[in-house]
């Protein structure tokens, strides 16, 4: 039996690379390369019923990055199974895919036995994550587990939802009715609390908590 696969990635030496590993494999059909998700988006939709197994995609790509990728591919036809092969390791990025119900998620700098590993761990119809992403995914989900568990004071809240809101130090001061140095003293108190690194970071704590709309 052969399994059909397509790959997408926007580096040529890459992408030669995988097809010279995979065509060294007798059990897979290459169907289609592309340098971009919309490529493969577009062959999808002209293609409704040709029998995919598997789709390698990066995630940095032009016009449609995978990760957009992977969402349309499983909105679409979830039988087809998806494996992403990237040097990207942010945690929101791989939490995002895996919500998306990705197959599978391999650094680019893996070892050519783990891809095929990676590979025929999916096509069985199992999840294939490597120690480096799963590590990463588990960390980022505890990170987040402990920030939900932090209980803010009212106060806390009125000037976290306050500076996500872009106002300045003065005019939280005036609509709090506080000093200036009061309100400095709580944005330095909740940036250590909720470990973020500046105003961004509790503007995006006030964002998933729903202080503020998007």
Do not use: C, W
């Amino acid at each position: 039996m052969k399994y059909n696969l397509i790959i997408a990635d926007d580096h040529k030496m890459f992408l030669d690379g995988l097809l010279s590993i995979l065509n060294s494999e007798k059990e897979y059909n290459i169907l289609l390369t592309a340098k971009d998700g919309k490529h493969i988006a577009k062959y999808l939709e002209i293609n409704p019923d040709e029998k995919i197994d598997l789709i390698i995609t990066d995630i940095s790509m032009p016009e449609l990055d995978g990760i957009s990728l992977n969402k349309i591919i499983k909105e679409r036809k979830k039988s087809i199974r998806t494996l992403v092969v990237s040097m990207h390791n942010d945690a929101d990025m791989i939490d995002n895919l895996i919500e998306h119900d990705v197959d599978g998620y391999v650094p680019k700098n893996a070892e050519k036995e783990e891809l095929l590993k990676a590979i025929k761990t999916i096509l069985k119809g199992e999840k294939y994550f490597s120690k480096d992403i799963k590590d990463i995914y588990l960390e980022n989900k505890f990170a987040k587990k402990k920030k939900e568990d932090i209980k803010l004071t009212q106060r806390e809240i009125d000037v976290i939802t306050l500076i996500a809101q872009e106002h300045t130090t003065q005019e939280i001061a005036d609509q709090l009715f506080l000093s200036k140095h009061t309100i400095e003293s709580y944005r330095k108190n909740l940036i250590a609390k909720l470990n973020v690194r500046n105003l961004a970071g509790l503007t995006k704590y006030a964002l998933k908590m729903k202080y503020i709309k998007p």
